[in-house]
Every structure is written in C-alpha cells, then in structure tokens.
C-alpha cells in the first residue's frame, strides 16, 4: 500500500520559515518524481515546486528563491523549506509523486501565515 505521509505544517508569522516533510512508503522512492502542491481555499491546486529523480528542480515563479525543495533517498522523504512567507502562502500543501502512469498523493498539511 502506497502511502505519502506530510507533516511540518503549521501557523508561522510573515517572514517567517517552515519546513515540510512527506515520508513515503510502498514506492520505490529513487524513481518517483516529487512534487509540492498546494490549494487555497478558492483557488485550484497549483504546482509549488518538482523535484525529479535525477534531482533537478523546478519552482511556481512566486516562491522562487524563497523556497526549496529536496530529497533524501535513503529515507524515502521529500522536503520544502520554507522561507520569507508571505501572506499569499497559506494553502493547504500537498506531496505527490510520480512514475509513468503511477501518480500518488498525501492528505495534505495545513500551512497558515498570520500575524
């Protein structure tokens, strides 16, 4: 059974950081694509950041410089390092992951920015 497991969500102050993790299970972890999403009440779900097998990056414009993504293989596990939130930020932020037609996805972890 595949599951992607998030956590690290939270409530933080603009400026502030957090940092997100998705530990995965029932994949073999160094083939899958990860990706970051997230969705806004209202919004649809946007791409944040991918990071592939191989290790290469991508990042949503917005977050560029602010946030980034990485990957520990030996520990099946995906994070997003969040840096210099904004009031644009709050979402609901979810993993995925990705191999040819396999496409799996975390229950989400709540990310709120508030003074």
């Known amino acids: 059974q595949v599951q992607l497991v998030e956590s690290g969500g939270g409530l933080v102050q603009p400026g502030g950081s957090l940092r997100l993790s998705c530990a995965a299970s029932g994949i073999i972890f160094s083939l899958y694509a990860m990706g970051w999403y997230r969705q806004a009440p209202g919004k649809q779900r946007e791409l944040v950041a991918a990071?592939?097998?191989?290790?290469?990056?991508n990042y949503l414009d917005s977050v560029k410089g602010r946030f980034t993504i990485s990957r520990d293989n030996a520990k099946n596990t995906v994070y997003l390092q969040m840096n210099r939130l904004k009031p644009e930020d709050p979402a609901v932020y979810y993993c995925s992951s990705r191999h040819v037609k396999n496409d799996y996805w975390g229950q989400g972890t709540q990310v709120t920015v508030a003074s």
């Open positions: 990071i592939t097998s191989g290790g290469t990056t």
